[in-house]
């Protein structure tokens, strides 16, 4: 089953408006990341917040983290038609003995009309 | 580096036949993983390596599925026989390690079998 949900599942803004994808997770992590996928391609990362961080920034990225709601949002400001993807957040349940191990959700596929 | 490299990028098979996939990870990656990407499922971690080491195959579904890793540079995961379920996109995936850092993807492998 899957650790994340994303929220919605599609979401479609114009250019320039504020695009706002919301993920909740089930057990405790030691992280959480957010990976973009183009149709057709691999997914690549974008940005990895800690469980004991609450917020943090990228460029135009900005996610939250509550661990206690046991919730994430990935906010991308002032978006672009090339921003047009889909979204997936991904809970990091790893040890430190054994490494990563990332669980996704099943994204939110994101349309950015210009 | 070239990234994560996968190999086929599609394959067409029927049904029975042997399947294999391939992916050399990033030089110097001490993690590789395998995932399954399908629209009913989403993305399923299948298997993952630790310096050559197979950690956790609990995602890999059946006996039919098995993955290797010979070595540093190079991973196979072989499905025999296949099946029409099987069909879905194939991604590799490697990452520096230890726990908490991102993961890089390759391009994935579409399977299809008839």
């Known amino acids: 089953s899957q650790q994340g949900e994303e929220d919605p599942q599609a979401l479609s803004i114009q250019e320039g408006e504020n695009a706002t994808m919301n993920c909740s997770y089930k057990t405790s992590i030691n992280n959480l990341q957010w990976y973009r996928q183009n149709s057709g391609r691999g997914l690549v990362h974008l940005i990895l917040i800690r469980s004991n961080e609450r917020e943090k920034h990228s460029g135009r990225l900005r996610v939250t983290l509550d661990t206690s709601k046991k919730s994430s949002s990935l906010l991308i400001t002032a978006s672009r038609a090339a921003d047009t993807a889909s979204y997936f957040c991904a809970t990091d349940t790893g040890r430190e003995t054994s490494g990563s191990r990332l669980t996704f959700g099943e994204g939110t596929q994101l349309t950015v009309n210009p | 580096d070239a990234g994560v490299i996968q190999s086929p990028r599609h394959e067409v098979t029927e049904m029975g036949q042997e399947v294999t996939l391939r992916c050399k990870p990033i030089?110097?990656?001490?993690?590789l993983f395998w995932y399954r990407q399908t629209m009913m499922r989403g993305l399923e971690l299948l298997i993952y390596f630790n310096n050559n080491v197979p950690i956790d195959d609990s995602g890999m579904p059946e006996d039919r599925f098995s993955a290797k890793m010979p070595n540093a540079s190079f991973s196979t995961l072989k499905i025999q026989p296949s099946e029409p379920r099987d069909s879905a996109v194939y991604f590799c995936?490697?990452?520096?390690?230890?726990?908490?850092?991102?993961?890089?993807f390759g391009q994935g492998t579409r399977l299809t079998v008839v």
């Open positions: 030089s110097g990656h001490d993690y």
């Open positions: 995936a490697s990452s520096l390690g230890p726990w908490g850092t991102e993961a890089f």
